[in-house]
C-alpha cells in the first residue's frame, strides 16, 4: 500500500537571506517523515510533503524552531451559538482540532467562544466556520466583529425563543397533566379514545417545543458524538414513542400515555436552557462594561474646522478636542488647555487628575471641567482599554488545571449515565418483574435528570466572572492558571524601588542650625534648580510643594558628584557632603554628625547646606514608601504568607526600609539579573512564591516566580512577563489580587462538589433505589426540574462574584 502523503504550506519569520532558507530546508529535509521542502524567502512560506501517520504540523513547527525560526501562527476568537453542556463545548474543540493546521482550539463555554490558534497558510475562517456548523452549532462571527448591541440582540433573540417554546410547551402540557391527575376523562364520555385525543393536541407542541433538542442530537450522532442532546432526545423520544405504540396497541398498551409528561419534559429541559442562559448571559457583564467606556465619536480638528468622525477613522497624529462631559476617545498627549480627568474606569482611583500640556490621557476616560486639545498617540487595539479588553478576554478563555477534573468527568458521565439507564430498567423490567411502565418510568427519569451541564459550568463562569471582578477593581489576571497558583502562595517577594517605595528620591527631614527651615529649603533650592542631578530635582520640588519663594542664584558650579555651590543674595552657598564641605573649611559640629550618622541610619543621604562659610542645615532625601506599602506588607502577614525583599540597593538602606514596613528577611546588593535566582533558591525550598515588580528590570524574576505581579502605571498595561498585571500603583490591590484567587478558587470548588452532588444523589433516586424501601419514584417531570436547577445552582454562585470585595480594599471600595 503506498505511504500517504500530506502537504502543508507554513508561514515562517525570521528568515533574511538564501541561507535561512537552505538552513530551513535541510532541517526538514533531515526528518525521516518529510518527503520533500521547499522554502520560499520572497512569500517567507516552506512548502513541506510528509507522512501524517509519523509526523504532525506540530513536529514539522518544533523542527523550524529548532533551526532558528519560528512559524506564524494565528489566533482567533470566534462566537458560538447553541452550546448548552460541557459535551457540546468537547465535540466542538474535537470538530476543530480535527481540521489540518488548527494546534490549539478552547471552547468556553460560559462566554460561549471558542479560541483557535492555527496555521493561516492552512486554515481559513470559512473553514472554521463550516467545522463548527458541521458539528451542529451555530457560527456568529469573530469576537471583535461582532459589535455590543449585535450580540446583546442576538442574545435577547435566542432567550425570546427559547421563553416561547417553553411558556406554548407548559401551557398545553399543564392542563393535560392536571386532566389526566384528577381522571376526567374516566368521568366523561370521549368519541375516541383519550390517547388518540391527546396524540392529536400535542403533536404540533411536542414538535415545536423538542425540535431544538432533536436537532442538536441529530448532529451530535452524526459527528459520531455522545451529548446530553442525545440523552435528553433519547428520554423524551422513548417517553412519546411509547405513547403511540400504547394508542394503537402495538406491542404496548393504552396505559402508556405519556403525551403530557413528554411536552412538559420537553419544557422542563427549555426552561433550564433559558434560565442557564440568561445567568450565562450576565457573566461577561464585565466585558461588556468595558467596551462600553470605548465613545463611538470624536471631534477631530481639521484645517481649522471642528469635525466629528466615528472613531474608527482617528489617525496617529490628530488633534482631537475634548469638551467637559466627553470622553477622551483614544489615548494621547495633551497639546492645550487644562481639565480635570476621571480616571477610575482605568485606575480605580476615584480623585480625577489634573491634566494640562504634556500630560498622557487614557481612551475611554471622562474630561471633567475643561476643554482639552489632544494630539492622537494610540488607537485601536494598542490603546490601553482595549489591552484591557484583550487580557481580560484571553483570561476568560483560559482552563486552570482544576479544570481538567470536570473534563475527565464529563468524558465519562454519559456513557456511564446511559450504562446506569439501561441497568436501571433491565433490572426493575426482567429481574425485579417490576411493569414495563414502571421501568420505562425510570430509564426516562434517569436520562433527564443527569446532566454533566453543571459540572462543565462549574470552572469557566467562576473563572469569567472572577476574572472581570478583577478587572474592576483595577487587578487584571492574565489566565485562569494564575487563579489556582495563587490560592496554594506561601511567600511573596518584593522588589524595593518603585514596587515598595515610590523610586524617586524625596526630601523627607529638614534640620536647621540657627535659621528657619523654610530659609535652609529656599536658599538649597535657589541653587539646586541649576542641577540636574536627581537629589537636586528632589530639593527643587520639596520647595515648589512647600510654596516657598526661591531666590535667585549665579555662578553656579559643579564639584563632580560631592556637590554644588552658587551665590544666593550676596552670599556663597556650598551643598554637597561631609568631605565636601571639610575641603571648603566649613566646621561640621558634632551635634551635627551626630544626626548625620542617624540619618544615614535610617537608610536617608545627609546633603549639607553651608552659607557664608557657616554649617546651616541638613536636608535628608530617601526614597520614600509609597502610602499603602506597611498596610499591604501586615495583609500579607495576616494571610499567613511569608514575605521577602529584595534589592539592589545597599544593607543599610535596604534593612531600613524593611524595617519601617516589617519585612525581616532581606536581600540586598542583588544585581537585576540575580534576582531569579534568589526566587529559584526559594521554591527550591519547597515555596510556592509571588514576584512583586514592576515589570522591567525585574522581568526574570516575575518569569520565574510561580506567579509574577507586576505593578502597571495606568498606561502601560500590556506586561507581558506578569501573571497578574495591577492597573494602578498599589500595593494594596497585589493583596487584593491573591484574596480574590483564592475566593474564586473557593467558589470554584463549591462549583464542582454542587455539579457532582447532583448527580450523585438524584441519578440513585431516579433509578428506583429508595422504592423498595419507601415507596419513592421520581417522576420524570420532576427530574427535568431538578436537572435545570443543578446548572441555575453552579451559576448562580458564580455570579456572586460580581460583588466580591476582597477584605483588604473593604475599607477603601
Given at each position: 500500500m503506498p505511504e500517504e502523503k500530506r502537504k502543508a504550506e507554513l508561514k515562517i519569520s525570521g528568515m533574511h537571506c538564501a541561507s535561512c532558507a537552505l538552513n530551513i530546508e535541510r532541517a526538514l529535509r533531515g526528518r525521516d517523515d518529510v518527503y520533500d521542502a521547499r522554502v520560499n524567502?520572497?512569500?517567507?512560506?516552506?512548502?513541506v510533503e510528509y507522512d501524517p501517520a509519523k509526523a504532525s504540523l506540530?513536529?514539522?513547527e518544533r523542527t523550524v524552531s529548532e533551526a532558528g525560526y519560528e512559524v506564524v501562527r494565528s489566533e482567533v476568537t470566534v462566537r458560538i451559538g447553541g452550546m448548552v453542556c460541557a459535551s457540546c463545548a468537547q465535540v466542538i474543540e474535537i470538530s476543530l482540532a480535527d481540521l489540518d493546521g488548527v494546534y490549539e482550539a478552547r471552547?468556553?463555554?460560559?462566554?460561549?467562544?471558542?479560541?483557535?490558534?492555527?496555521?493561516?497558510?492552512?486554515?481559513?475562517?470559512?473553514?472554521?466556520?463550516a467545522a463548527i456548523e458541521d458539528a451542529g452549532y451555530q457560527y456568529l462571527g469573530l469576537l471583535e466583529e461582532v459589535s455590543e448591541d449585535a450580540e446583546a440582540r442576538m442574545r435577547e433573540e435566542d432567550l425570546r425563543d427559547k421563553f416561547l417554546r417553553f411558556t406554548v410547551g407548559f401551557a398545553v402540557s399543564i392542563p393535560l397533566f392536571l386532566i389526566m391527575l384528577f381522571r376526567v376523562p374516566e368521568m366523561v364520555a370521549l368519541p375516541v379514545s383519550i390517547n388518540l385525543i391527546m396524540l392529536i393536541i400535542t403533536a404540533p407542541v411536542f414538535l415545536y417545543v423538542s425540535a431544538p433538542i432533536f436537532r442538536a442530537a441529530t448532529a451530535a450522532l452524526r459527528n459520531r458524538a455522545l451529548t446530553m442532546d442525545v440523552m435528553y432526545a433519547m428520554g423524551i423520544g422513548v417517553a412519546y414513542g411509547a405513547s403511540i405504540l400504547g394508542t394503537f396497541e402495538i406491542v404496548l398498551t393504552p396505559a402508556f400515555n405519556f403525551y403530557d409528561t413528554a411536552v412538559m419534559l420537553a419544557s422542563f429541559l427549555t426552561l433550564g436552557r433559558y434560565l442557564e442562559a440568561r445567568a450565562k448571559g450576565r457573566t461577561s457583564e464585565a466585558i461588556r462594561k468595558l467596551i462600553g467606556l470605548r465613545p463611538k465619536t470624536a471631534t477631530v480638528l481639521r484645517e481649522g474646522r471642528e469635525i466629528e468622525v466615528p472613531v474608527e477613522d482617528v489617525v496617529v497624529g490628530d488633534i482631537l478636542l475634548i469638551r467637559p462631559g466627553e470622553k477622551v476617545p483614544v489615548d494621547g498627549t495633551v497639546v492645550g488647555g487644562e481639565s480635570s480627568v476621571d480616571e477610575s474606569m482605568i485606575t480605580g482611583e476615584a480623585i480625577p487628575a489634573d491634566k494640562r500640556e504634556g500630560d498622557e490621557v487614557v481612551g475611554g476616560t471622562l474630561n471633567v471641567n475643561g476643554v482639552l486639545r489632544v494630539r492622537a498617540g494610540r488607537i485601536g487595539k494598542d490603546m490601553v482599554l482595549s489591552q484591557i479588553i484583550r487580557l481580560v478576554r484571553d483570561?476568560?478563555?483560559?482552563?486552570?488545571?482544576?479544570?481538567?477534573?470536570?473534563?475527565?468527568?464529563?468524558?465519562?458521565?454519559?456513557?456511564?449515565?446511559?450504562?446506569?439507564?439501561?441497568?436501571?430498567?433491565?433490572?426493575?423490567?426482567v429481574v425485579l418483574g417490576a411493569p414495563l411502565l414502571?421501568?420505562?418510568?425510570?430509564?426516562?427519569?434517569?436520562?433527564?435528570?443527569?446532566?454533566?451541564?453543571?459540572?462543565?459550568?462549574?470552572?469557566p463562569t467562576a473563572v469569567t466572572v472572577g476574572i472581570g471582578r478583577g478587572a474592576e477593581l483595577g487587578v487584571l489576571i492574565r489566565n485562569g492558571e494564575a487563579l489556582e497558583i495563587s490560592e496554594s502562595l506561601t511567600a511573596v517577594v518584593f522588589d524595593k524601588t518603585g514596587t515598595l517605595t515610590r523610586g524617586r528620591p524625596d526630601v523627607t527631614n529638614i534640620v536647621a542650625f540657627g535659621v528657619p527651615e523654610d530659609r535652609i529649603l529656599a536658599v538649597a533650592a535657589a541653587v539646586e534648580k541649576n542641577s540636574e542631578h536627581p537629589l537636586a530635582a528632589a530639593v527643587v520640588r520639596r520647595a515648589e510643594n512647600s510654596g516657598v519663594m526661591v531666590p535667585a542664584s549665579e555662578r553656579f558650579t559643579s564639584f563632580g558628584g560631592r556637590g554644588v555651590s552658587a551665590v544666593v543674595e550676596g552670599e556663597e552657598v556650598l551643598i554637597g557632603n561631609q568631605p565636601f564641605l571639610e575641603e571648603h573649611l566649613v566646621t561640621i559640629p558634632e551635634e551635627a554628625k551626630d544626626r548625620i550618622a542617624a540619618l544615614q541610619d535610617e537608610g536617608k543621604t545627609a546633603v549639607l547646606v553651608a552659607a557664608g562659610g557657616t554649617l546651616r542645615g541638613i536636608l535628608a532625601i530617601a526614597d520614600t514608601l509609597k502610602a499603602t506599602t506597611k498596610a499591604a506588607i501586615a495583609d500579607l502577614k495576616r494571610m499567613g504568607l511569608a514575605v521577602t525583599m529584595i534589592t539592589g540597593d545597599n544593607e543599610r538602606t535596604a534593612h531600613a526600609i524593611a524595617q519601617e514596613v516589617g519585612i525581616e528577611d532581606v536581600h540586598a546588593g542583588v544585581l537585576p539579573q540575580d534576582k531569579a535566582r534568589e526566587v529559584r533558591a526559594l521554591?527550591?525550598?519547597?515555596?510556592?512564591?509571588?514576584?512583586?515588580?514592576?515589570?522591567?528590570?525585574?522581568?526574570?524574576?516575575?518569569a520565574q516566580a510561580d506567579v509574577g505581579i507586576a505593578i502597571g502605571s495606568g498606561t502601560d498595561v500590556a506586561i507581558e512577563s506578569g501573571d497578574i498585571v495591577l492597573i494602578r500603583d498599589d500595593l494594596i490591590d497585589a493583596v487584593a489580587a491573591i484574596e480574590l484567587s483564592r475566593k474564586v478558587m473557593?467558589?470554584?470548588?463549591?462549583?464542582?462538589?454542587?455539579?457532582?452532588?447532583?448527580?450523585?444523589?438524584?441519578?440513585?433516586?431516579?433509578?428506583?433505589?429508595l422504592y423498595p424501601i419507601y415507596g419513592i419514584t421520581f417522576q420524570p417531570e420532576l427530574a427535568a426540574l431538578a436537572m435545570a436547577l443543578s446548572s441555575v445552582t453552579v451559576v448562580s454562585l458564580s455570579l456572586l462574584l460580581k460583588t466580591y470585595i476582597p477584605p483588604t480594599k473593604r475599607g477603601g471600595v
Open positions: 524567502l520572497a512569500a517567507g512560506t516552506a512548502v506540530a513536529d514539522l471552547v468556553n463555554l460560559a462566554a460561549e467562544t471558542a479560541q483557535i490558534v492555527y496555521n493561516p497558510a492552512l486554515v481559513t475562517a470559512s473553514d472554521i466556520r483570561a476568560q478563555g483560559s482552563k486552570p488545571p482544576v479544570e481538567r477534573i470536570a473534563d475527565v468527568a464529563v468524558s465519562y458521565f454519559i456513557p456511564v449515565v446511559l450504562v446506569i439507564a439501561t441497568a436501571a430498567f433491565l433490572i426493575w423490567y414502571f421501568a420505562l418510568t425510570v430509564l426516562i427519569s434517569v436520562l433527564v435528570v443527569a446532566c454533566p451541564c453543571a459540572l462543565g459550568l462549574a470552572t521554591q527550591e525550598r519547597g515555596e510556592v512564591v509571588a514576584f512583586v515588580g514592576d515589570g522591567i528590570n525585574d522581568a526574570p524574576a516575575l473557593s467558589r470554584i470548588k463549591q462549583n464542582l462538589f454542587w455539579a457532582f452532588a447532583y448527580n450523585a444523589a438524584l441519578i440513585p433516586l431516579a433509578a428506583g433505589i
